[in-house]
Nanobody, 125 residues
Framework: QVQLVESGGGLVQAGGSLRLSCVASGLRFNTYTMGWFRQAPGKEREFVAA????????DYADSAKGRFTVSRDNAKNTVRLQMNSLKPEDTAVYYC??????????????????WGQGTQVTVSS
């Protein structure tokens, strides 16, 4: 049974930082591209960042570029999202997702096979 478990969310002031983690089990982690998505109240789920199975390629939404960094540790089955210079508009539930050998269209929600339960990030102004 595949499980993706996010952690690290919380309440932070604007300008602050958070580091999200997602630990995967039940799959061959080093064959999966991992993505981060977020969903704010009343809005559709949107792409934030992704990293390919080797870590050799990363991709970011425009809103994340220059502020967020995605990384992975295949030895620990973990993907992380370092978020700096947070803004109130970053407030959302953040989800990690997995897609085997995904090498394009990282933003496409329907390309991901497995999803975590999400972790809440709230940025106060």
């Amino acid at each position: 049974q595949v499980q993706l478990v996010e952690s690290g969310g919380g309440l932070v002031q604007a300008g602050g930082s958070l580091r999200l983690s997602c630990v995967a089990s039940g799959l061959r982690f080093n064959t999966y591209t991992m993505g981060w998505f977020r969903q704010a109240p009343g809005k559709e789920r949107e792409f934030v960042a992704a990293i390919t199975w080797t870590g050799g390629t990363t991709d970011y939404a425009d809103s994340a570029k220059g502020r967020f960094t995605v990384s992975r540790d295949n030895a620990k089955n973990t993907v992380r999202l370092q978020m700096n210079s947070l803004k109130p508009e970053d407030t959302a539930v953040y989800y990690c997702a997995a897609s085997r050998y995904l090498s394009e269209s990282y933003y496409a929600i329907n390309r991901y096979d497995y999803w975590g339960q999400g972790t809440q990030v709230t940025v106060s102004s």
